[in-house]
């Protein structure tokens, strides 16, 4: 934890505002509704204290050697103070995130259980960007529906609130590292390049989407069939999904 050196200048918190207020004017601009924007703006500063947080914590356990016993204590003191508050910096950024629109608000109480906020376009298309790599590392790009490909992802985003939908991509990536030669073998055997035809049971093999809907059947499969009856999509891609993947029906 080295000191800031002796004359360097960092933003200060006008010129953060100014930038940030820069930023949503830009997304305004291109279309991006103003709930998105904040959302998206709020993540990326949770992100950015939750990595700080991590580091100042790393850092706290390695005092630097020979400076005794007393500066030893001294300095995981002071780190750990530091990284505490920057982790209460982090939750409530991530807090701001997902509570800045109206639609992911908690449900009122009474609500049924499992009552989730709706899923928004902008939470579709995070959920794109973070399927399709995850999905190109084991095959190839299909050619199913476009707007299918979203209905599946709204079905696959209903099933969490707004917390789970704003860490949705690191739980993908955690969800192909432990699964990857099952994952493998799921789409050599069932996806694109494979004897099995695009339409049929196993169709959304042939999608990025597949990734997503696999993830939910491992954790929340209740949640998940509970949402795809909802979208009234197509039962058979769901079970047999379900059978190659070995997860009961």
Do not use: C
């Not at 991590?54 to 990284?83: I, Q, S, T």
Request: glycine share 10%; aromatic share 6%.
């Amino acid at each position: 934890m080295n000191a800031a050196e002796p004359g360097r200048q960092h933003p200060d918190e006008v010129s953060v505002g100014n930038a940030r207020q820069t930023l949503l004017q830009l997304l305004a601009r291109a279309g991006v509704f103003s709930g998105d924007a904040e959302e998206l703006i709020g993540l990326i500063e949770a992100g950015a204290l939750t990595l700080a947080h991590r580091r100042v914590d790393a850092a706290a356990r390695n005092a630097p050697a020979g400076k005794g016993p007393l500066y030893e204590a001294g300095w995981v003191d002071g780190g750990r103070a530091v990284a505490d508050e920057l982790g209460l910096l982090a939750e409530r950024a991530l807090l701001r995130a997902v509570t800045a629109d109206p639609s992911d608000t908690p449900a009122p109480a009474g609500s049924p259980p499992g009552t989730r906020p709706p899923v928004r376009r902008m939470q579709v298309d995070r959920a794109k960007v973070a399927v399709v790599p995850l999905y190109l590392s084991f095959t190839e790009v299909s050619d199913l529906d476009p707007e299918v490909s979203e209905q599946v992802l709204t079905a696959v985003l209903g099933t969490m609130g707004p917390r789970q939908r704003a860490d949705y991509a690191g739980r993908l990536t955690a969800f192909v590292s432990g699964h990857r030669e099952r994952l493998e073998r799921l789409y050599r055997e069932f996806g694109p390049g494979s004897r099995i035809a695009v339409h049929g049971r196993y169709s959304l093999l042939h999608s990025p989407t597949s990734i997503a809907v696999l993830e939910r059947l491992a954790t929340e499969p209740a949640a998940l069939r509970e949402e795809w009856d909802t979208a009234e999509l197509p039962p058979a891609w769901l079970e047999g999904l379900a059978a190659a993947w070995g997860a009961p029906d």
